[in-house]
């Protein structure tokens, strides 16, 4: 029998909200902007990055100053907030919720600003279920690093990263999980993608109470 699942951490855009923020703008908007300051080079391509990723490169490169890190961010909280207005739960989200509440831990890891994340969850009524909510500030690197999830970690000291679960839709979700050691199940996820990235899920479900289904797996086996 495996290690018993004391908590879980779920991605928030396309696992529990509905999202409608266009990722791929965003991600084109920002790389043009730290194009347009000299910080990277033009011509990069695009298929193999995410917005977090674009943006740990320009971090590694020393040149991003406070006063143009601010201003980037200010490009993706534009297409975040923009995104986020009228956003409602996946199906199930609030029942699986609901029905968690109390009897596991339960965290939300966001590469969203912390303030978008919280005024969605909020309008949606699911905020005050989490015991714990990360959003990008409280990381150093945003996912696919691991920051995010080593941040949960460190705030419950007495659960090891095996007792814990993760739930996202996309391979950054996946690869950062994976890189802090935590157990993760694909939700509506583009496997063949994530496999390329180097992500392989102990589980793949397509309608959330899934989560339940698997719990039980874990419970019987």
């Known amino acids: 029998m495996g290690y018993e699942v004391k908590g879980i951490i779920f991605d928030m855009d ?10 791929g703008a ?20 695009m298929d193999d990055h995410t ?11 020393g040149l991003l100053t406070d006063e143009l890190s601010l201003k980037m961010w200010d490009v993706a909280k534009k297409h975040e907030v923009q995104g986020m207005i009228g956003a409602k739960l996946e199906p199930g989200a609030l029942e699986l919720i609901q029905q968690l ?3 596991l831990h339960l965290a939300l890891v966001t590469n969203n600003a912390e303030e978008a994340a919280l005024t969605a969850l909020e309008e949606n009524r699911i905020a005050h279920y989490f015991d714990l909510i990360i959003g990008r500030e409280a ?12 941040e949960v970690l460190k705030n419950f000291q007495a659960i090891s990263p095996q007792e814990w679960l993760s739930v996202g839709d996309a391979w950054v979700d ?3 999980s994976q890189d802090a050691g935590i157990p993760f199940i694909a939700y509506r996820g583009d496997i063949t993608r ?8 102990l589980a793949e479900i397509q309608d959330l109470h899934g989560v339940l289904n698997y719990l039980q797996s874990r419970i019987s086996n």
């Open 14 to 23: 396309n696992t529990l909200l509905q999202s409608r923020i266009d990722f």
């Open 26 to 45: 965003m991600k084109r908007d920002i790389y043009s902007y730290l194009c347009s300051y000299r910080i990277l080079p033009e011509g990069m391509s």
């Open 51 to 61: 917005t977090s990723t674009i943006i740990a490169e320009a971090m590694k490169t």
């Open 101 to 103: 509440h109390g009897q």
């Open 139 to 150: 990381m150093g690197f945003l996912k696919p690093a691991p920051d995010g999830y080593l």
């Open 174 to 176: 996946g690869k950062a």
């Open 194 to 201: 994530m496999n390329s990235m180097g992500v392989f899920p």
